[in-house]
Nanobody, 115 residues
Framework: QVQLVESGGGLVQPGGSLRLSCAAS????????RAWYRQAPGKQRELVARSTRGGSTNYADSVKGRFTISRDNAKNTVNLEMNSLKPEDTAVYYCNANFGILDYWGQGTQVTVSS
């Protein structure tokens, strides 16, 4: 059974930082395209950052220069380092692993940016 479990969310002040982590069981992350999505209240889920099997990365324009996606093969995790957080980054953040028709999601972790 495949499970993706996110952690690291919480409440942070504007300008602060958080590091999200997604731990996978049942799959080897390095064999999949990995991504972080987010969904704010009343909005559609949107792609935040993606890291492909081939090693390329891409980011939503709104987070470029502030967020960094990375993976730890030894721990079988994918991480999202978030800096200079803004109130508009507030959302539930979801981890995704995808390859062809295989598509797995975590349950999400809440990130709230507020003073």
């Amino acid at each position: 059974q495949v499970q993706l479990v996110e952690s690291g969310g919480g409440l942070v002040q504007p300008g602060g930082s958080l590091r999200l982590s997604c731990a996978a069981s049942g799959i080897t992350f390095s064999l999949y395209n990995r991504a972080w999505y987010r969904q704010a209240p009343g909005k559609q889920r949107e792609l935040v950052a993606r890291s492909t099997r081939g090693g390329s990365t891409n980011y939503a324009d709104s987070v470029k220069g502030r967020f960094t996606i990375s993976r730890d093969n030894a721990k079988n995790t994918v991480n999202l380092e978030m800096n200079s957080l803004k109130p508009e980054d507030t959302a539930v953040y979801y981890c995704n692993a995808n390859f062809g028709i295989l598509d797995y999601w975590g349950q999400g972790t809440q990130v709230t940016v507020s003073s």
